[in-house]
């Protein structure tokens, strides 16, 4: 909380002292009872138990083992996938159903625990992100100077300045599209009335990046910028992602329902009502989440184009009914803000015409950056601190649960199974464990996260995206989890000597 109180105090103004630690006596007593409880009915249950058992039945183990052939009765297909080992294995389950089930429900609740956290970590991300602008710059520089060559030469010394880490010229021209009802989310059909055409229209913002920046886009999205140079089949990179706020209640999402290579026809905006617009079509060549820097969130109304220099000329001039420079704007990142703002206006002093405006977006910026981090810090450490406790869990249950059957490993021991099947029959055990709990513990947290997802509509609507990493790695880990504890416990108990844990009487 000290280290974090700073991100705080850039994004909130509600108060003076940050973010400060209140220790709850009310929670700390309820822990308290929780735990005393939890303890009192551990030890009172088998205590009851075995005060209903007479003691030469207790010393005899007359009443240990109630089984018959029909309840660890195997499927012949067993034996036939899994060997002897596994049908060994689960016979071994069938006859310890309450220490099996006991294991299985822990591993449901660890599964559980773990993938609804995760669930929710990226749902908070989502949320988060929606209130957000998405500044991804510094500063931001105009030029009021009507030449083009000039603001070109302007721009290009301030990009050299010293305290300059990033730089991008970014020309911007509109446009619009209609689009059919197969081409749009369903979303967007919710927030974008159609017209008399049965079309939608959605204005295009075409964004033009220079050489250097266009290049180093197109490579982090996983494209080449050479198929981007094309002036007779031009292409374009869209920005797939808008949100909206109405009636007190953010939306974000897709925005197109298009792959890549399909083609919109993009119309200008006349300025004349006889005057028919012109148009052009143009090439998704990849469709993508990622903006490239200068380049904020959009709306729904809105669709982001991500073009080179050689499509954007004769793009823009196709859009205008009467030619004229695009606007150009510079975007800027920097070690120190204050000082390059300091640098810039000095710099717009010295020009012999047009004039700099410069706006300085380090603090908001960084307020948003901030409280993403600040979020970051407590979603991800609550993953960290439940992954503990799952896996302090799973341990626990398993190493526990094999212990107890020191007595059961021996008499295999002594009858001739080796150390190879041995730990086969393990591995198949710890296979079973994981495929039970998985069986009930996958629906259960989808169950559970889709209530969480529920509960935040009122004032989110993202759509529900199902976490497949997230379930991944959990269905990953539980059988690595699993396993290595078997293992770990079994190896402990092959160290002992057969004869001594037969003579254990406490199984």
Request: glycine fraction near 4%.
């Amino acid at each position: 909380i000290k280290a974090i109180r700073p991100l705080l105090q850039s994004f909130t103004t509600f108060t003076s002292t940050g973010l400060e630690l209140v220790i709850s006596p009310l929670a700390i007593a309820v822990a308290i009872v929780f735990a005393v409880l939890t303890i009192l009915i551990s030890a009172w249950i088998p205590a009851r138990r075995a005060s209903k058992i007479m003691p030469i039945d207790a010393i005899r183990q007359s009443k240990e083992i109630k089984l018959t052939g029909k309840k660890v009765k195997t499927a012949r297909l067993t034996r036939i996938l899994f060997g002897f080992e596994g049908e060994i294995a689960l016979k071994n389950l069938k006859r310890n159903r309450k220490k099996y089930r006991a294991t299985v429900l822990s591993l449901i609740i660890s599964i559980v625990l773990f993938l609804t956290v995760s669930n929710y970590a990226s749902i908070l991300k989502e949320t988060s992100q929606v209130s957000t602008e998405g500044y991804n710059f510094d500063i931001w520089v105009r030029s009021s100077n009507s030449s083009v060559e000039d603001i070109k030469n302007v721009y290009s010394k301030i990009s050299g300045l010293d305290l300059v880490t990033e730089s991008s010229t970014i020309k911007t021209s509109l446009g619009h599209m209609l689009l059919d009802a197969s081409q749009v989310s369903e979303t967007l059909k919710q927030i974008v009335t159609q017209n008399d055409q049965t079309k939608y229209d959605l204005s295009a913002q075409f964004y033009c990046l220079d050489e250097n920046s266009f290049d180093t886009y197109a490579k982090s999205i996983g494209v080449d910028p050479d198929d981007y140079q094309n002036e007779s089949t031009p292409k374009a990179i869209a920005i797939n992602y808008a949100k909206n706020i109405g009636d007190d209640k953010y939306t974000a999402g897709e925005a197109l329902s298009m792959k890549p290579g399909q083609q919109v026809e993009i119309l200008s905006f006349a300025s004349d009502e006889e005057k028919q617009p012109t148009g052009m079509n143009l090439t998704l060549g990849a469709i993508t989440s990622q903006r490239p820097m200068g380049v904020l969130n959009s709306s729904y109304h809105t669709i982001s184009f991500i073009v080179s220099e050689k499509v954007f000329l004769p793009l823009s001039s196709k859009l205008s009914d009467e030619p004229q420079d695009p606007d150009q704007n510079l975007f800027l990142n920097t070690s120190d803000s204050d000082k390059l703002e300091k640098q810039i206006n000095d710099f717009s002093k010295e020009l012999s015409k047009g004039e700099l405006f410069v706006t300085n977006i380090t603090a908001k910026a960084k307020s948003e950056q901030d409280m993403l981090l600040f979020l970051g810090v407590f979603v991800y450490g609550f993953i960290i601190l439940i992954s503990l406790i799952c896996l302090a869990n799973i341990f626990n249950t398993i190493s526990t649960n094999i212990a107890l059957r020191r007595k059961e490993f021996a008499m295999l021991r002594s009858v001739g199974m080796t150390p190879q099947g041995f730990n086969k029959m393990i591995r198949f055990e710890s296979i079973f464990y994981g495929m039970k709990a998985l069986l009930y513990g996958l629906p259960l947290s989808v169950v559970v996260s889709l209530l969480l997802f529920r509960f935040q509509e009122n004032s989110f609507d993202l759509g529900f995206i199902f976490p497949w990493v997230s379930y991944c790695v959990g269905i990953v880990l539980i059988f690595i989890i699993v396993t290595a504890t078997m293992l770990y416990s079994s190896a402990k108990i092959k160290k002992e000597n057969i004869i001594d844990a037969l003579k254990e009487e406490n199984m």
